[in-house]
């Protein structure tokens, strides 16, 4: 097959184009159709859950699915509003909009420009891996705690009724006291908690819409019963009519760092999200997803949508389901989706406008219930219970602190844990043990015998700045530790996949200190990438090069022969 240019590998969507199949027309078509019934209730809700009116979550759907159409290397994933990403605009724009709704189209549109221009630089530099940072653990704890701020920033609108305070717990106390206040609207928690239950009931149903189901319904009891004039139950009302235009979003000086940090964690949330999303479809479809790639579509479909009046999105893991269950073969799903609203916007803006706001409250609040994760997280607390504790202090930061510092928290986390393993690394002292070949640690087979005047030190871990002087302490604690003075120490090092100019001054000294006890410092098993670094840094030759072994056996061999030892035999044959 011809190699694709650089221009087609930037944009895969021409080439799912070029090798188009006129057997997958009819399942993208009825598959965008059946999207599209999905698309334009959770568009509204989430844009409504974000802080910014309804019809800016259609905008926010239309434009990047026609961008990810170009540039995303996923045949199936489906990009709009998510959940997970509303409590983080939320936190940015309620504080500043402070109820202007152009300014909080502006603000939300420039943390879309912001998260864009993340993503595609990232992506463009081939930086897809550093969501892989977050370890699996953290990730189940920043999104409950998400999950239950999304809940929590919901549930008053499920009563039809605001709060002001911020923080959880601050909520918690709010939403109480207004219900006792008598401030709930109870035909407005009627219909939005009728409209949860259908949701959750039809969840298991691919092929049902059970979300426009749900919302139809809502709006049909609306209108025939007049349960907006009657009973007061808050509804959309009629969207504008007309498509997006083009506006580069402006905000003051004041608001800026908050929309650049918002932007940020937004660009953090999305991709881990959407990377996962995209590997987990792709692994079940059988096809490859570069994530870099992944990384630069997602940018540019949120600095599309930040320049067409949207505001931030990331993959969805609840109607991606939807488009593969519905048989969609490619992109023009989506397509296909976008249009629909599109015409919706243009021909029939007035068909939203019954939809109750409790109702979309619980379309959000449906979304919500599937970011928990408590399965797996049982399982990690029974096998590594200190990463469970992690987890759990993730999701207290998101919900304690609110969505951008918890985020923050996570990333910080994610550092730690990622440093913790090399900072501290497992070391072992290895010896003989009757009947097993090789050399293995004494901690795990305390029989193992040391060769008289020779320690086998393993160290487990990359030799850097952050763990050099602690390798160097227990080098030369285990020099002193010996049952018998000892002559050579020979670092086994296997598991040392890399050295940094700290670490190498480190063995400087470290040579330096056991030349004042007569000790010979030598290596066995370095690799050769490693073993190059040494060369450059002058170690190699400062230690000596017959002081470098292949194998650790070949290091116990050169020294039985130089400093004959009895006690058993020393080596396997």
């Known amino acids: ?59 926010a759907t239309i434009v990047p699915l026609l961008v990810y159409a ?50 595609l630089i990232a992506g463009i530099a081939r930086f897809g891996f550093v969501t892989e940072l977050l370890s699996k653990p953290i990730r189940y704890g920043y999104m409950n705690g998400i999950a239950l701020t999304v809940l929590f920033s919901q549930a008053p609108r499920l009563f039809d009724f605001s709060v002001a305070a911020h923080g959880p717990l601050r909520k918690i ?21 009728g409209v949860l ?47 997006p235009a083009f506006v580069v979003p402006a905000v003051d000086r004041d608001a800026l760092t908050s929309v650049l940090v918002g932007g940020f964690a937004v660009a953090m949330v999305a991709f881990a999200d959407t990377s996962v999303l995209s590997r987990a479809y792709a692994a079940r479809l059988g096809q490859s997803v570069d994530p870099d790639q992944e ?15 949207g505001f931030p999105i990331s993959s969805s893991s609840s109607r991606t389901p939807v488009a593969e269950a519905s048989g969609a073969r490619t992109q023009l799903t989506g397509v296909v989706g976008a249009l629909v609203l599109t015409a919706l916007l243009v021909f029939a803006p007035n068909l939203l406008e019954n939809l109750p706001g409790s109702a979309l409250a619980a379309v959000v609040i449906a979304s919500a219930l599937s970011l928990f994760e408590f399965q797996d997280l049982a399982r990690i607390y029974r ?27 996570a990333v910080v986390i994610a550092v730690i844990e990622f440093l913790w393993d090399g900072w501290r690394p497992y ?31 393993r160290w487990d871990a990359p030799l850097f700045f952050a763990n050099a002087e602690f390798f160097r302490e227990r080098a030369i604690e285990a020099v002193e530790q010996a049952p018998h003075p000892a002559r050579w120490l020979v670092i086994a090092a296997e598991p040392v996949t890399s050295v940094d100019v700290t670490a190498a001054d ?68």
């Open 197 to 243: 239950a259908v949701i959750l009931a039809l969840r298991d149903f691919r092929r049902l819409p059970g979300v426009l189901i749900a919302v139809a319904a809502a709006a049909l009891a609306v209108g025939l019963f007049g349960l907006d004039d009657r009973y007061g139950v808050s509804v959309l009302g009629e969207l504008p009519r007309g498509l």
């Open 173 to 193: 106390v709010a939403i109480a006291q207004a219900i006792g206040a008598g401030k709930a609207n109870w035909a407005s928690f009627f219909v939005g908690a």
């Open 383 to 409: 096998v590594q219970r200190w990463e469970f504790w992690l987890s759990m202090a993730c999701f207290a930061g998101v919900a304690v602190f609110g969505a951008i510092p918890g985020i923050g928290l």
């Open 295 to 309: 990384m630069v579509a997602l940018g540019a479909a949120n600095l599309a949508a930040g320049f067409f009046q």
């Open 506 to 573: 480190a063995l400087v000294e470290l040579d330096k200190a056991l030349q004042a006890r007569s000790v010979e410092l030598c290596f066995a098993e370095l690799k050769d990438p490693v073993k190059d670094k040494f060369k450059r840094f002058g170690l190699f030759a400062g230690i000596g090069a017959e002081n470098f072994f292949p194998t650790v056996e070949e290091s116990v061999r050169a020294f039985v022969e130089k400093y004959p030892v009895e006690g058993g035999d020393w080596l396997d044959h």
């Open 427 to 457: 070391s072992a002292i290895l010896g003989r043990v009757e009947g097993l070949k090789g050399y293995h640690d004494r901690a795990r087979y305390p029989a193992a015998r040391q060769v008289p005047g020779l320690v086998l030190f």
């Open 1 to 59: 097959m011809k190699e694709p240019s650089v221009w087609m590998r930037w944009t895969p969507g021409l080439l799912v184009l070029r090798d188009y199949q006129a057997s997958w027309l009819a399942h993208d078509f009825v598959a965008g159709l059946v999207l599209a019934t999905m698309l334009a209730p959770v568009g509204v809700a989430y844009a409504v859950a974000s802080g910014v009116p309804g019809v800016y979550g259609l905008y």
């Open 70 to 119: 170009m540039f995303g290397p996923s045949r199936i994933l489906v990009l709009g509003p998510d959940s997970s990403l509303a409590p983080v605009i939320l936190g940015v724009v309620a504080p500043l909009a402070a109820g202007d709704p152009a300014r909080a189209v502006a603000l939300a549109s420039s943390m879309s420009v912001v998260a864009g221009l993340v993503c």
